[in-house]
């Protein structure tokens, strides 16, 4: 159904971003700067690697410049995860407890792909409702 699952544990200063290809099955690990710059590169190089092709990006907030930016981006369905959520499930799969930026991605990653149907997926408000809800 989509052409490539992103997973991302927001930061102040770096995102952890998991990306599944479920053409090549391939899974890439990155960071990405908290800086609108790098976001829409890295925006612009998604949509340049999957021209007009959907994208599940899961992420463990709803609120925030990061998950305003990626509700701006229409080619984005996006997947807000309850980060009990993905405590309980570190918990079940990493009985230490420790977080770990990287390993919450990964874990978001998987409530995305294996979970999806669990997941609700965002329904976009149009463009001048989210002007006035900013």
Do not use: C
Not at 49 to 58: E, L, N
Not at 59 to 86: H, I, M
């Amino acid at each position: 159904m989509y052409a490539l699952y992103i997973a991302i544990d927001w930061a102040d200063t770096a995102h952890e971003v998991w990306e599944f290809d479920p053409a090549t099955l391939q899974r890439v690990q990155h960071s990405l700067d908290h800086t609108p710059t790098a976001l829409h590169a890295w925006l612009h190089d998604l949509h340049q690697r999957y021209p007009g092709q959907s994208i599940a990006v899961a992420l463990e907030q709803k609120t925030g410049s990061l998950f305003n930016a990626l509700v701006e981006d229409e080619g984005l369905d996006l997947y807000p995860v309850n980060p009990v959520t993905v405590a309980q499930y570190r918990k079940a799969l990493h009985p230490s407890g420790a977080k770990d930026d990287p390993t919450d991605a990964e874990l978001i990653l998987d409530l995305l792909t294996l979970h999806r149907n669990k997941l609700a997926r965002l329904n976009r408000n149009d463009p001048l409702t989210r002007q006035l809800q900013s």
